[in-house]
C-alpha cells in the first residue's frame, strides 16, 4: 500500500493541499490542466463576465466533455484491440490447422517416397528377372 502525497498546488490563483496516493508530479499536472482549464475559459467570449459559482460549473462541464471524449476513445481503441486479438487469434488457429497439414502432407510424401523406392526395385527386379528368360529363351533357341 503507498503512502499518501500530500501536494501543494496552485489552483485558480489560490492555494490548495491536495492528499493523494498519486505522485507529486501526477498531482501537479492534474492541478496545471485544471487551471489550462480555466485560462480556456476566462479567454472566451463571455469568460470574463463569469462569476465564480458559474465558472466552476463550466469548468466541470468542460472536463467531464474532455473524459467522455477521452473515455469514448479510449472504448473505440479497446473495440479495436479486440477485434484485432479475434483476428490473430483466427490467424493462430488457421496456422495450426496449416502446420497439421503441412505434417501429413509430409509424412504422406515419405509413404509414397517409399512406395516409388519399392516400386523401382521391384521393377529393376522384373526387369532382370526377364532378362534372364529372355537369355534362357535365346540359348534354348540356339
Known sequence: MSSKNDTKVIIGGNVYTLSGNESEEYIQRVALYINNKLD????SENGQFLNTRLMSILLAINIADDYFKAKEGTDKLNESFKLKDEL???KEREIIKLQETIHNLEAEKKQLIYKAEKLEEDLENYKAELDEYI???DLENE
Request: net charge negative.
Open 40 to 43: 480556456e475559459l476566462k479567454a
Open 88 to 90: 490473430i487469434l483466427d
Open 135 to 137: 537369355e534362357t529363351f
